[in-house]
């Protein structure tokens, strides 16, 4: 079974930055990829930035030049780096895996911004 553990989220002031991670835990036999997603109140669910399993980043078109996502493979972690943020970067920000067919997600790390 996998489980995955969000951290780092927390408030922000506009233009600033912060960081967050996720670990995967589990037994990996096969190729998985990781990424994150965030949901806003009253929004959908949407794509923040992810791997694709050929290994490329890819990123929402609101996101690009500020976050960055990274990986270590070794510790089954994802990153996302996150600055220059907006207030409309508010959400609640989801780590997820996709191993095979199955879609994991983490509990959710809230990340607010606001002077």
């Known amino acids: 079974q996998v489980q995955l553990v969000e951290s780092g989220g927390g408030l922000v002031q506009p233009g600033g930055s912060l960081g967050l991670s996720c670990a995967a835990s589990?037994?990996?036999?096969?190729?998985?990829?990781m990424g994150w997603y965030r949901q806003a109140p009253g929004k959908q669910r949407e794509l923040v930035a992810t791997?694709?399993?050929?290994?490329?980043?890819t990123y929402a078109d609101s996101v690009k030049g500020r976050f960055t996502i990274s990986r270590d493979n070794d510790k089954n972690t994802v990153y996302l780096q996150m600055s220059e943020m907006k207030p409309e970067d508010t959400a609640l920000y989801y780590c997820?895996?996709?191993?095979?067919?199955?879609?994991?997600w983490g509990q959710g790390t809230q990340v607010t911004v606001s002077s």
């Open positions: 589990g037994r990996f036999f096969r190729q998985y990829v």
């Open positions: 997820n895996l996709v191993l095979g067919t199955s879609v994991y």
């Open positions: 791997f694709t399993f050929g290994g490329l980043p």
